[in-house]
C-alpha cells in the first residue's frame, strides 16, 4: 500500500483530528502517503475531489493538532447511495486516478452505512467516533434480535428489538466506547453542577438536555454532574413517577436537576422532542424540543398552587426552567481519553487496510482483567439480517428504572472510561489559554484558513 485517502463523515467530535493524527502517524511509520479528502463523502462526489497531502515526506503537517477539536479535514452529512452505479463508480475511476489504494473512514453509524457500497469497489475501513457512544454492540449477537415491521401506510419498515435472550456482561462489548463520548460527558457533566447552583438558588427545577439521538450513553454520563433525576430514551417515561419524584425531592431540597436525552420517547414510544418531523440529509431525524417538551408536561401536572403554596416563584412556568447543553459537548479540546484512543484507532484503520481486512471496524475493547486494547471487527457483524447497521442503545441494564437514575450496572460501566478521562495537561491547558492576554489582543485564527493553502486537485 503506498497512499491511502482520509476522510471524516458525519457530525464533528473533538477526537476527529486526534484520529486523523494517530492514523497519520502511523503510515509515516510504514511510509505510506495519506491524503485526507474535504468534507467528508461530498469530497468524492465533487468532480475536482478537493484534497490535502497530510504527510509529504512522510511528516506530519504541523496543522493537524490532536488536541484540538473538530477536523482539519471538514466533514459533512452526505451519505453514499449504495444503488446509486453509477456514480459510485465515478468515485473508483476518480479515486484510482489519485492512485488511492485504500480509504480510511472515520465516522459513525452513518458512515459504516455507506462503506459498505465502497468496499465492494475499493479498500475501506472504519475508525469509530460519535459523541453519542452508539457505534458498536451490546453483545456480537445483538444484530440478530432485530425484527422488523411493515408500517400501517405501506410506507417502509420500522425495525425494533425483541427482547433478548443473552446474559449481559460488559466484557462482550463489541466497541466499548466511542472517541468523542469522554469529552461530550466531561462537558455535559459540567454544565449540570454550574446549573444546579443556579436551581439552588432561586428554588427552581432544572431540565437539563443532552444530545445523543436515541442512545442514552450521554445523559448516563452527565450522572457524574450529580443530577438528580436522569432520563433516558432507551426507557419510555412515566410520566407519574417523574412528578412524585420531582415533588418529592423538591420538598426536601427546594431544587431539582433533570437531565434529559434528546430523544426521550412517552408511553406511546412518541419522540418528545421530534418538534420537527423532519430528517437531516443522512436520514436521521432531527431531535429538537424534548426539554421544552418535557418542561410543559411538568407545568400541567404540577401546576402553580403547587408553587405559590410554598413561596417558591409565582407559577409552574416562572420555576421551571430548561437549558441544552447543545453543541458545546461537541467541540473543543479533546480530554485524554479521547485524544489517545482516538490516536489508537486512527493507526488501527491503518493497520487494518495494509493487512488487506477490507470492510473492517476498529474497536476499543474492554475486560475487567485486562482493561482497554484496541481490536478490530467485520462490519457486517454491525448488521442486522436486512443489512441495517442500528445506532447502539444503552443495555437498559445500565439504568434504574424505578429511582430514575443510572443503575449499578451502568456505574461499572462508566468508571472505566472516566476514572483517569482527564490529563493533567488538559488541567493546565485550561490554565495557560482561558485567560491569556493575547486572546483580547488577537483575532481567532482558523485551521480553516491554513488548510485552505493546501487543498489539491484532481
Ligand atoms: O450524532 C451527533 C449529534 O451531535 C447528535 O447527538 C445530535 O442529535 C446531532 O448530532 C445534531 O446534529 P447537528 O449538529 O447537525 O444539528
Known amino acids: 500500500m503506498k497512499r491511502i485517502g482520509i476522510l471524516t463523515a458525519g457530525g464533528d467530535t473533538p477526537a476527529l483530528n486526534a484520529t486523523i493524527h494517530g492514523a497519520v502517524a502511523r503510515a509515516n511509520q510504514l511510509s505510506i502517503e495519506a491524503y485526507g479528502f474535504i468534507k467528508g463523502y461530498n469530497s468524492l462526489y465533487n468532480e475536482r475531489v478537493p484534497h490535502v497531502h497530510l504527510n509529504p515526506l512522510y511528516q506530519e503537517i504541523p496543522e493537524l493538532d490532536p488536541t484540538k477539536g473538530g477536523t482539519i479535514l471538514g466533514s459533512s452529512r452526505d451519505y453514499v447511495d449504495p444503488n446509486d452505479d453509477e456514480a459510485l463508480s465515478k468515485i473508483t475511476q476518480k479515486l484510482n486516478r489519485l492512485k488511492i489504494d485504500g480509504l480510511v473512514c472515520i465516522g459513525g453509524d452513518g458512515t459504516l452505512n455507506g462503506l459498505q457500497p465502497l468496499a465492494d469497489r475499493i479498500p475501506v475501513v472504519l475508525a469509530p467516533k ?103 430514551p432507551e426507557h419510555t417515561l412515566d410520566l407519574e413517577l417523574l412528578v412524585d419524584r420531582v415533588k418529592e425531592i423538591y420538598d426536601l431540597q427546594k431544587n431539582v436537576v433533570i437531565v434529559c436525552g434528546e430523544g426521550i420517547v412517552d408511553e406511546a414510544g412518541r419522540d418528545l422532542g421530534d418538534e420537527e418531523s423532519s430528517t437531516d440529509p443522512s436520514g436521521n431525524k432531527v ?54 484512543y482516538g490516536a489508537q484507532l486512527g493507526g488501527k484503520a491503518v493497520d487494518l487496510l495494509v493487512e488487506g481486512r477490507n470492510n473492517a471496524v476498529s474497536t476499543i475493547q474492554w475486560s475487567a482483567a485486562k482493561g482497554f486494547w484496541v ?44 476514572t483517569h478521562a482527564i490529563g493533567h495537561d488538559d488541567l493546565e491547558h485550561q490554565r495557560d489559554t482561558t485567560f491569556a492576554a493575547s486572546s483580547l489582543l488577537m483575532p481567532y485564527h482558523s485551521v480553516n484558513t491554513d488548510m485552505s493553502k493546501r487543498i489539491c486537485y484532481l
Not at 456482561?169 to 455535559?188: C, E, K, Q, R, W
Not at 443556579?198 to 427552581?204: F, I, L, M, N
Not at 437549558?323 to 459537548?329: L, N
Request: charged fraction near 25%; aromatic fraction near 12%; proline fraction near 4%.
Open 130 to 232: 460519535t459523541i453519542d457512544n452508539d457505534l458498536g454492540l451490546n453483545y456480537p449477537s445483538e444484530p440478530d434480535e432485530y425484527i422488523r415491521c411493515e408500517r400501517h401506510d405501506r410506507s417502509g419498515f420500522d425495525y425494533r428489538m425483541k427482547p433478548s435472550r443473552i446474559e449481559f456482561h460488559l466484557d462482550h462489548m463489541i466497541n466499548y466506547v466511542t472517541p468523542g463520548y469522554a469529552t461530550a460527558v466531561f462537558v455535559s457533566s459540567q454544565g449540570v453542577q454550574r446549573i444546579r447552583t443556579t436551581a439552588e438558588s432561586h428554588r427552581r427545577i432544572a431540565i437539563i438536555e443532552v444530545m445523543g439521538r436515541h442512545s442514552g450513553y450521554i445523559a448516563l454520563g452527565s450522572s457524574y454532574g450529580q443530577p438528580d433525576i436522569t432520563l433516558v
Open 375 to 418: 481490536d478490530s471487527f467485520h462490519s457486517n457483524g454491525f448488521r442486522d439480517r436486512w443489512g441495517h447497521i442500528h445506532a447502539r442503545k444503552m443495555h437498559p441494564s445500565f439504568y434504574d428504572s424505578n429511582n430514575l437514575k443510572l443503575s449499578t450496572v451502568g456505574r461499572e460501566y462508566l468508571q472505566p472510561i472516566f
Open 287 to 340: 431531535l429538537k424540543g424534548a426539554s421544552e417538551a418535557l418542561r410543559q408536561l411538568l407545568i400541567q401536572k404540577i401546576g402553580d398552587d403547587y408553587f405559590a403554596s410554598y413561596r417558591r416563584g409565582n407559577s409552574a412556568s416562572e420555576a421551571i426552567f430548561t437549558r441544552k447543553v447543545g453543541h458545546t459537548q461537541r467541540g473543543g479540546r479533546p480530554i485524554l481519553f479521547d485524544r489517545f
